[in-house]
Protein backbone atom coordinates (compact mmCIF):
# COMPACT_ATOMS: atom_id res chain seq x y z
CA UNK A 1 0.00 0.00 0.00
CA UNK A 2 1.24 3.46 -0.83
CA UNK A 3 1.33 6.43 1.13
CA UNK A 4 -1.36 7.99 -0.69
CA UNK A 5 -3.51 4.96 -0.33
CA UNK A 6 -2.52 4.49 3.12
CA UNK A 7 -3.74 8.03 3.88
CA UNK A 8 -6.97 7.64 2.05
CA UNK A 9 -7.62 4.84 3.96
CA UNK A 10 -6.97 6.21 7.74
CA UNK A 11 -7.50 9.72 7.05
CA UNK A 12 -5.44 12.40 9.16
CA UNK A 13 -6.28 10.27 12.24
CA UNK A 14 -5.45 10.64 15.65
CA UNK A 15 -2.26 8.59 16.20
CA UNK A 16 -3.91 8.17 19.82
CA UNK A 17 -6.91 6.87 18.17
CA UNK A 18 -5.14 4.62 15.56
CA UNK A 19 -3.43 2.71 18.45
CA UNK A 20 -6.73 2.23 20.06
CA UNK A 21 -7.95 0.84 16.53
CA UNK A 22 -4.53 -1.15 15.93
CA UNK A 23 -5.32 -3.02 19.09
CA UNK A 24 -8.52 -4.33 18.75
CA UNK A 25 -10.43 -1.85 20.96
CA UNK A 26 -13.05 -0.05 19.12
CA UNK A 27 -15.45 -3.06 18.40
CA UNK A 28 -16.73 -2.92 14.87
CA UNK A 29 -20.15 -3.12 16.43
CA UNK A 30 -19.91 0.11 18.38
CA UNK A 31 -21.81 3.03 18.17
CA UNK A 32 -19.31 6.08 17.85
CA UNK A 33 -19.77 10.11 18.59
CA UNK A 34 -16.91 12.29 17.44
CA UNK A 35 -17.53 15.43 19.23
CA UNK A 36 -15.98 18.08 17.94
CA UNK A 37 -15.20 16.71 14.78
CA UNK A 38 -14.48 19.14 12.56
CA UNK A 39 -14.17 18.42 8.91
CA UNK A 40 -14.16 14.70 9.63
CA UNK A 41 -10.50 13.71 10.18
CA UNK A 42 -10.68 11.40 12.95
CA UNK A 43 -13.72 9.85 10.98
CA UNK A 44 -12.41 8.48 7.81
CA UNK A 45 -11.35 5.01 9.56
CA UNK A 46 -14.86 4.16 10.67
CA UNK A 47 -16.56 5.13 7.35
CA UNK A 48 -14.13 3.47 5.33
CA UNK A 49 -15.41 0.17 7.09
CA UNK A 50 -18.45 0.72 7.81
CA UNK A 51 -19.00 1.48 11.76
CA UNK A 52 -22.45 3.37 12.53
CA UNK A 53 -20.96 7.11 13.20
CA UNK A 54 -21.92 10.21 13.93
CA UNK A 55 -20.22 13.41 14.40
CA UNK A 56 -21.05 17.34 16.13
CA UNK A 57 -18.98 20.42 15.80
CA UNK A 58 -19.92 24.11 17.02
CA UNK A 59 -18.49 25.12 13.50
CA UNK A 60 -21.13 25.31 10.83
CA UNK A 61 -18.39 25.46 7.90
CA UNK A 62 -17.19 22.61 9.71
CA UNK A 63 -20.06 20.84 9.07
CA UNK A 64 -21.16 21.72 5.33
CA UNK A 65 -17.45 20.16 4.37
CA UNK A 66 -18.08 16.97 6.04
CA UNK A 67 -21.33 16.79 4.77
CA UNK A 68 -20.27 17.37 1.08
CA UNK A 69 -17.48 14.63 1.98
CA UNK A 70 -20.01 11.80 3.22
CA UNK A 71 -22.35 12.68 0.32
CA UNK A 72 -19.30 12.42 -2.33
CA UNK A 73 -17.54 9.63 -1.17
CA UNK A 74 -19.84 7.59 1.76
CA UNK A 75 -23.50 8.02 0.53
CA UNK A 76 -25.12 5.29 2.39
CA UNK A 77 -24.57 7.35 5.13
CA UNK A 78 -27.24 10.16 6.14
CA UNK A 79 -25.87 13.39 5.91
CA UNK A 80 -27.96 13.82 9.17
CA UNK A 81 -25.89 12.06 10.98
CA UNK A 82 -23.33 15.20 11.23
CA UNK A 83 -24.53 18.13 12.87
CA UNK A 84 -23.77 21.65 14.70
CA UNK A 85 -23.98 20.69 18.10
CA UNK A 86 -22.67 22.46 21.06
CA UNK A 87 -21.04 20.29 23.97
CA UNK A 88 -22.52 21.64 26.81
CA UNK A 89 -25.58 20.94 24.92
CA UNK A 90 -26.27 17.80 22.74
CA UNK A 91 -29.42 16.67 21.46
CA UNK A 92 -28.62 12.98 22.14
CA UNK A 93 -30.61 10.76 24.72
CA UNK A 94 -28.99 9.47 27.33
CA UNK A 95 -26.51 6.22 26.91
CA UNK A 96 -26.86 6.65 23.07
CA UNK A 97 -22.76 5.72 22.36
CA UNK A 98 -20.71 2.66 22.97
CA UNK A 99 -17.95 5.30 21.77
CA UNK A 100 -17.20 8.86 21.94
CA UNK A 101 -14.21 10.47 20.59
CA UNK A 102 -13.67 14.13 21.54
CA UNK A 103 -9.86 15.19 20.51
CA UNK A 104 -8.92 18.58 20.89
CA UNK A 105 -12.02 20.35 21.85
CA UNK A 106 -12.15 20.60 25.75
CA UNK A 107 -9.23 22.63 25.88
CA UNK A 108 -11.60 25.16 24.37
CA UNK A 109 -13.27 25.24 27.24
CA UNK A 110 -13.97 28.81 28.60
CA UNK A 111 -14.01 28.33 32.52
CA UNK A 112 -13.93 25.09 34.40
CA UNK A 113 -17.45 25.00 35.30
CA UNK A 114 -17.94 25.19 30.87
CA UNK A 115 -15.46 22.48 30.67
CA UNK A 116 -17.93 20.40 33.47
CA UNK A 117 -20.51 21.19 31.41
CA UNK A 118 -19.39 19.62 28.49
CA UNK A 119 -18.17 16.37 30.52
CA UNK A 120 -21.18 16.02 31.77
CA UNK A 121 -23.15 15.75 28.35
CA UNK A 122 -20.10 13.49 27.28
CA UNK A 123 -20.88 11.13 30.20
CA UNK A 124 -24.51 11.65 30.03
CA UNK A 125 -24.72 10.25 26.21
CA UNK A 126 -22.16 7.49 26.77
CA UNK A 127 -23.39 3.87 27.15
CA UNK A 128 -22.62 2.11 30.46
CA UNK A 129 -18.97 0.50 29.90
CA UNK A 130 -18.53 2.76 27.09
CA UNK A 131 -15.27 4.38 26.10
CA UNK A 132 -14.11 7.58 26.14
CA UNK A 133 -11.37 9.21 24.20
CA UNK A 134 -10.51 12.20 25.18
CA UNK A 135 -6.87 14.39 23.57
CA UNK A 136 -6.46 18.02 25.03
CA UNK A 137 -4.01 20.35 26.70
CA UNK A 138 -2.49 19.50 30.08
CA UNK A 139 -0.20 21.16 32.79
CA UNK A 140 1.22 17.63 32.82
CA UNK A 141 5.04 18.21 32.67
CA UNK A 142 4.43 22.06 31.42
CA UNK A 143 6.33 25.02 32.35
CA UNK A 144 6.17 28.63 31.76
CA UNK A 145 2.36 28.71 31.46
CA UNK A 146 0.25 31.58 32.81
CA UNK A 147 -2.54 31.50 35.10
CA UNK A 148 -5.51 33.42 33.49
CA UNK A 149 -8.72 32.19 35.31
CA UNK A 150 -11.31 29.54 35.79
CA UNK A 151 -8.39 26.89 34.46
CA UNK A 152 -7.34 28.84 31.53
CA UNK A 153 -3.97 29.48 30.80
CA UNK A 154 -1.60 31.96 28.63
CA UNK A 155 1.07 28.87 27.34
CA UNK A 156 4.56 29.60 25.88
CA UNK A 157 3.18 29.06 22.27
CA UNK A 158 1.10 32.18 22.52
CA UNK A 159 -2.27 30.18 22.38
CA UNK A 160 -4.96 30.41 25.43
CA UNK A 161 -6.40 27.33 26.28
CA UNK A 162 -8.02 25.45 29.12
CA UNK A 163 -6.02 22.53 30.86
CA UNK A 164 -6.69 19.08 32.46
CA UNK A 165 -4.78 18.20 35.24
CA UNK A 166 -3.81 15.42 37.93
CA UNK A 167 -7.09 16.99 40.11
CA UNK A 168 -9.50 16.91 37.13
CA UNK A 169 -8.30 13.99 35.93
CA UNK A 170 -8.58 11.75 39.33
CA UNK A 171 -12.33 13.79 40.05
CA UNK A 172 -13.69 12.08 36.85
CA UNK A 173 -12.20 8.82 38.25
CA UNK A 174 -13.91 9.05 41.41
CA UNK A 175 -16.65 11.28 40.63
CA UNK A 176 -18.01 9.72 37.49
CA UNK A 177 -16.86 6.29 38.30
CA UNK A 178 -14.41 5.99 35.43
CA UNK A 179 -11.67 3.63 34.98
CA UNK A 180 -8.50 3.82 32.56
CA UNK A 181 -8.28 1.66 30.07
CA UNK A 182 -4.62 3.06 29.11
CA UNK A 183 -1.89 5.09 31.16
CA UNK A 184 -2.44 8.68 31.19
CA UNK A 185 0.28 9.66 28.12
CA UNK A 186 1.23 13.25 27.70
CA UNK A 187 3.33 14.53 24.77
CA UNK A 188 5.63 17.91 25.81
CA UNK A 189 6.15 19.59 22.64
CA UNK A 190 9.25 21.77 23.11
CA UNK A 191 7.77 23.33 26.22
CA UNK A 192 5.32 24.95 24.43
CA UNK A 193 2.35 23.11 25.34
CA UNK A 194 1.28 19.36 26.67
CA UNK A 195 -1.49 17.61 24.88
CA UNK A 196 -2.40 14.81 27.07
CA UNK A 197 -4.21 11.26 25.92
CA UNK A 198 -6.98 9.55 28.09
CA UNK A 199 -8.38 6.62 27.24
CA UNK A 200 -11.38 5.97 29.86
CA UNK A 201 -14.03 2.93 30.32
CA UNK A 202 -17.49 3.95 32.27
CA UNK A 203 -18.64 1.85 34.60
CA UNK A 204 -22.18 1.44 35.45
CA UNK A 205 -22.98 3.31 38.23
Not at 108 to 133: C, K, P, V
Request: aromatic letters at 12%; glycine letters at 6%.
Amino acid sequence: MTTEQLNKYLGNIDLYLLDQVLKGKIKSDAKILDAGCGEGRNLIYFLNNGFDVYGVDQNPDAIRMLQFIIGSNYSHYAKDRFQVEQLDQLSYTDRQFDYIICSAVLHFAQSEEHFWQMFNELDRILEAYGTLFIRMTSDIGLHGHESMSNGRFHLPDGSQRFLINETIISKISADYNFTKIEPVKTVVVENQRCMTTLVLKKNDP
